[in-house]
């Protein structure tokens, strides 16, 4: 199977080693088949479109994550009903839309919660990922 051009046909025997970050996520991606997958892919090219120069890792035994400037900007993790985007330094971004609807009672960490047939302002996520990213510079 073929996800952006990549292959990412995964045998069962294949350590996940093998494969680079990116080819696991998109393996998630493929292996989900519903609208989480969808969903997880359109953030993913909405947080490379805002930060062109992001890493994608893959950590914590599957949970795709992306940094820059050294550090982690966010997490995109799957569950049953919501795909969850949480941001490192959540709680010290500037979120004028409200995107942050998760894990609000921290100091440090914000999460977005993604249902299916939510509609995501894409333009104040993109902002928030932006930002995030220079969180990280700052820090430096």
Known sequence: MCVQGIDITMEKTSAPGDLSPSQLIDGRIADLGDWRG???????????????????EWKWRGVP???ANGGIVTT????KAVVKLTFAKGAQLPDPK???NSSLEGNVRRAIDIKEGD???EAAFKALVKAAAEANAKKK
Request: charged fraction near 30%; hydrophobic fraction near 45%; avoid cysteine.
């Open 38 to 56: 969808e969903t997880l892919a359109r953030l993913r090219a909405l947080i490379r479109e805002a930060v062109p120069e992001v890493v994608e």
């Open 65 to 67: 994550t992306w940094y």
């Open 76 to 79: 995109g993790e799957t569950y």
């Open 98 to 100: 409200g995107l942050f």
């Open 119 to 121: 509609k995501l302002d």
